[in-house]
Nanobody
């Protein structure tokens, strides 16, 4: 069983950057794609970006040019670099991964961007 733990969220000012980290632990031998979703207050959860086990990134259209995703397979970690943050980026950011074909979620990390 895979467990995901996010870190790196916090309170930042508009224009600043953050790097979120998600570390997978447990039985990671079948770990497949890893990535990020977010859920803003009062809104549905939306996909931000994913990276396959082979290193192919897939960034949702609305986030292209604003985020970067990377992965360290040796450490079972996926990162989300977010630059030029805006107040509308305020959300809980969730790590998501595929354990084989089974989706796994972290508990989320809060990102708050003040104006």
């Amino acid at each position: 069983q895979v467990r995901l733990v996010e870190s790196g969220g916090g309170l930042v000012q508009a224009g600043e950057s953050l790097r979120l980290t998600c570390e997978a632990s447990g039985t990671t031998s079948r770990l497949n794609a890893m990535g990020w979703f977010r859920q803003a207050p009062g809104k549905e959860r939306e996909r931000v970006a994913h990276m396959s086990a082979g290193g192919t990134s897939d960034i949702a259209d609305s986030f292209k040019g604003r985020v970067a995703i990377s992965r360290d397979d040796n450490k079972n970690i996926v990162y989300l670099q977010m630059n030029s943050l805006k107040p509308e980026n305020t959300a809980v950011y969730y790590c998501n991964a595929k354990d084989g074909s089974i989706p796994v979620w972290g508990r989320g990390t809060q990102v708050t961007v003040s104006s």
